[in-house]
């Protein structure tokens, strides 16, 4: 089965400290995978997306970054987080030809 | 640049009756129009599809229309139970290199009891 995993599952943070969440998949080969962002009770924000390594798609101007360094792992960073950060962090992934995007358990972020 | 509306924002209907959400794009190179449904602290999980060559999907309960023409695409549930309060979201895909998808801002469906 393909799944989808991301730590930590929540995270408490200061102000204008650094952030890194991590996404690793399972079961799957040269996946695109995607960064979504959701504050409280609102939508999903593309943020970041990547067709292979290294490949990297910024979709919103701020203070994040993301990388790949592999085929099955994508990473979300921040040098300086910021309140607005704070939100439901999804990441997601397609696979082979296939449209359907899968989502991770997500990582709630708390920036205080 | 590409956009998903959703409407209505909230939804409140009694158990047993339908519900209708609906969503229009605005890229007209959109052909993969999935559902997520959400419940609370959880992940959206997929729920229903359609592509951009079919009008119309059923799946037991749920079903979705698409009238490409008129980029307008709609979930319907029929005989609504409370485990279907949740977050809907509707979404449109089109490929740039990779798939990307654009979701609609979410529509939270109450079923009272």
């Known amino acids: 089965s393909q799944t989808i995993h991301q730590w930590p599952a929540t995270l408490v943070q200061p102000v204008g400290s650094p952030l890194s969440l991590e996404c690793t998949v399972e079961?799957?080969?040269?996946?695109?995978l995607y960064w979504y962002r959701q504050a409280a009770g609102r939508g999903l924000q593309l943020l970041f997306y990547?067709?292979?390594?290294?490949?990297i798609s910024s979709e919103v101007p701020q203070n994040l970054s993301a990388s790949r360094p592999q085929d099955r792992q994508f990473i979300l960073s921040s040098k300086k987080l910021l309140l607005s950060d704070s939100g439901f962090y999804l990441c997601?992934?397609?696979?082979?030809?296939?449209?359907?995007?899968?989502f991770g358990p997500g990582t709630r972020l708390l920036v205080l | 640049g590409e956009n998903v509306e959703q409407h209505p924002s909230t939804l409140s209907v009694q158990e047993g009756d339908s519900a209708v959400i609906k969503c229009t794009y605005s890229?007209?190179?959109?052909?993969?129009f999935p559902w997520y449904k959400q419940e609370l602290g959880k992940r959206p999980q997929l729920i229903i599809d359609?592509?951009?060559?079919?009008g119309e999907k059923k799946d037991q309960r749920i079903a979705v229309t698409l009238n490409k023409t008129a980029k307008h695409f709609s979930l319907h549930i029929t005989e609504t139970q409370p485990e279907d309060s949740a977050v809907y979201f509707c979404?449109?895909?089109?490929?740039?290199?990779?798939?990307?998808?654009?979701f609609g801002a979410g529509t939270r469906l109450f079923v009272k009891a």
């Open positions: 997601a992934r397609t696979s082979g030809n296939a449209e359907t995007q899968y």
């Open positions: 079961g799957t080969s040269n996946p695109n």
């Open positions: 990547s067709v292979g390594i290294g490949q």
């Open positions: 890229d007209s190179a959109s052909n993969y």
């Open positions: 359609i592509r951009s060559n079919v």
């Open positions: 979404a449109a895909t089109f490929y740039t290199g990779g798939f990307k998808t654009i």
